[in-house]
C-alpha cells in the first residue's frame, strides 16, 4: 500500500491511538466506529506533498474546444481552453498526501 495518502485515504484505515468507550475495537475485535484516522486533522500527522495542480499543455495549444485539443492525458483531468495569455491545456487537481508520524519516516 502507498504510504503517502490523502486525507479520504488515511480515514478508511485504523487508528492505533484512537479510543471509543476505552477501546479502539468491538468486542468482535473489529474497527470501533470512530476510531479511523483523521488524516491532517491530527497533530501527529506529516504532510508529505503539499496540494497543487498540475497542468499540460495541449497538442492544440489554439484550442478553444476539448474537441480540438489533441490527445487527452491517460488520467482524470479537465480541459482548459485557450485565452489570449495561456495556451490549451489540461488540469489535474492532485490533493496533499501525508502519512502518520507514528510510523516514522518515509521515502
Ligand atoms: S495520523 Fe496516526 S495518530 Fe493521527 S489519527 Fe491518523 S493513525 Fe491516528
Known amino acids: 500500500m502507498e504510504l503517502k495518502l490523502t486525507d479520504e485515504e488515511a480515514s478508511t484505515l485504523w487508528c492505533p491511538m484512537a ?38 499543455v495541449a497538442e492544440n495549444q489554439r484550442a478553444t474546444r476539448v474537441e480540438d485539443a489533441g490527445k487527452r492525458p491517460p488520467d482524470d483531468c479537465e480541459f482548459v481552453p485557450a485565452t489570449a495569455r495561456l495556451p490549451a491545456h489540461w488540469r489535474t487537481d492532485a490533493p496533499a498526501r501525508g502519512h502518520c508520524g507514528l510510523i516514522g519516516g518515509v521515502k
Open 19 to 56: 479510543r471509543v468507550n476505552g477501546s479502539n475495537r468491538t468486542e468482535r475485535g473489529v474497527r470501533a466506529p470512530g476510531s479511523e484516522c483523521i488524516g491532517s486533522r491530527c497533530a501527529l500527522w506529516v504532510v508529505d506533498n503539499d496540494a497543487k495542480v498540475l497542468t499540460r
